[in-house]
């Protein structure tokens, strides 16, 4: 398995860092995790083809983690001739929410007569799918979305790869880190408690906790971006763009 962090930014994209996406890949297919508003631009310097994925599945519905799905979506249509299906997975509410900002970035894209059959499935925290070859697991995770965000285990049967999603603590973030090859968890600040994100010092605490084999920290906000040495002293290791892990 190997995991391409496409963008490791918080909402503001504070320090030149893309909006949240990660691709990943292993001989089951390819999926990806998060596309936010800007992601297609960071896709796209990777040099990423819509048409390699065969699985998106979004933590939850802030728009620097599903905002970018039209643009997908209508490079699939207009660029790439995509044919092969497409599913995504997202909390519930997903489906209208993606139906909705269709329609209002791009008026008259109900009407589209697509060039490949596309889905979006809603499910819930603590199920387990197989899909695409792959084990997707789904945790709730404490971070206020208009509906339910969830943190995301995808396993090929080999490797397993651990995300958090945006959350402040939660003790479910232990089971989500269990045995993974790579967990990838947010970290938005680096003193100053900020409600529903993790900081610096709470997940400090809480490290030793975790049993994945390497914990990678993401979604860093300025006075987070300041503790970098301090994380990497710790033992963590620091996503950014276009940085890749062979599991």
């Not at 090929?156 to 269990?178: I, K, P, Y």
Request: aromatic share 10%.
């Amino acid at each position: 398995m190997k995991v391409t962090i496409v963008g490791s930014g918080d909402a503001f994209g504070t320090g030149g860092r893309a909006h949240t996406c990660i691709r990943v890949d292993s001989g089951a297919g390819t999926a990806v995790v998060d596309f936010g508003a800007g992601s297609i631009v960071s896709w796209q310097k990777l040099g990423f083809k819509v048409n390699d994925v065969d699985l998106i599945v979004i933590s939850h519905l802030h728009g620097d983690h599903f905002g970018g799905l039209p643009f997908f979506l209508l490079e699939c249509q207009f660029v790439s001739g995509r044919t092969k299906p497409l599913l995504m997975m997202g909390p519930p509410g997903f489906k209208q929410r993606l139906e909705t900002l269709l329609e209002t970035f791009f008026p008259g894209a109900a009407t589209f007569k697509w060039s490949f059959p596309w889905q979006a499935d809603e499910i819930l925290a603590r199920r387990v799918s197989k899909v695409a070859g792959l084990v997707v697991e789904t945790f709730e995770v404490l971070h206020p979305s208009g509906g339910l965000a969830t943190g995301v285990r995808l396993s090929d049967g080999v490797s397993t790869f651990a995300f958090s999603g945006d959350t402040g603590w939660t003790e479910s973030l232990v089971e989500l880190s269990a045995n993974a090859d790579l967990f990838l968890v947010e970290c938005y600040s680096g003193d100053v408690p900020v409600p529903n994100h993790m900081d610096w010092p709470t997940l400090k605490s809480h490290v030793a906790d975790f049993t994945a084999k390497q914990t990678v920290l993401t979604h860093l906000g300025e006075t987070a971006l300041a503790r970098i040495p301090e994380m990497e002293a710790a033992g963590l290791t620091i996503a950014y763009d276009g940085r890749t892990f062979e599991l």
